[in-house]
């Protein structure tokens, strides 16, 4: 568990490096494909990362150390592509959806749907631009009812 949660962090680290800076939802496009192609090339251990039934991490400090290590590129990521409400909520907003992502892809119907890594990359580099362009448009003034 710890190894893999290095491993992401390495992955997330060197997309951090090469997105650069200026283009937030390149960034967060860059970033969420390290996530979920980390989990398309071991599925077994993203598995074991992330379900507490198989492997509690409670349990070991190097996993927990590790896990915090992974966690880091993401409060990087936040203030860039989402300001607002908070760090947590917005870290919280980005997680669920290079995750939700990589579950689909993993172990769901979309897996199923996209047989190869290459029309699965394609698919969450399509689906991260999509999400990271509405995170980072300008919203409309909101009237008041």
């Known amino acids: 568990m710890a190894q893999g949660f290095d491993e992401l962090a390495r992955r997330l680290g060197r997309a951090h490096t090469r997105s650069g800076p200026g283009d937030a939802a390149a960034t967060l496009t860059v970033a969420g494909m390290a996530y979920v192609g ?3 090339d071991q599925p ?3 598995r074991v990362m992330f379900r507490p039934d198989l492997c509690d991490p409670a349990r070991f400090v190097a996993a927990q150390e590790a896990g915090a290590r992974a966690y880091a590129p993401l409060m990087k990521l936040v203030p860039l592509i989402h300001p607002q409400p908070g760090p947590e909520a917005g870290a919280a907003l980005i ?3 290079v995750h939700g992502l990589a579950c689909l892809l993993v172990d769901g119907p979309l897996g199923a749907q996209l047989p190869n890594r290459r029309e699965r990359m394609a698919f969450v580099r399509h689906n991260l631009g999509e999400f990271g362009h509405r995170l980072t448009a300008p919203t409309p003034a909101r009237r008041a009812p």
């Open 44 to 46: 077994g251990v993203f």
């Open 95 to 97: 997680w669920a959806q």
């Open 38 to 40: 980390f989990a398309l």
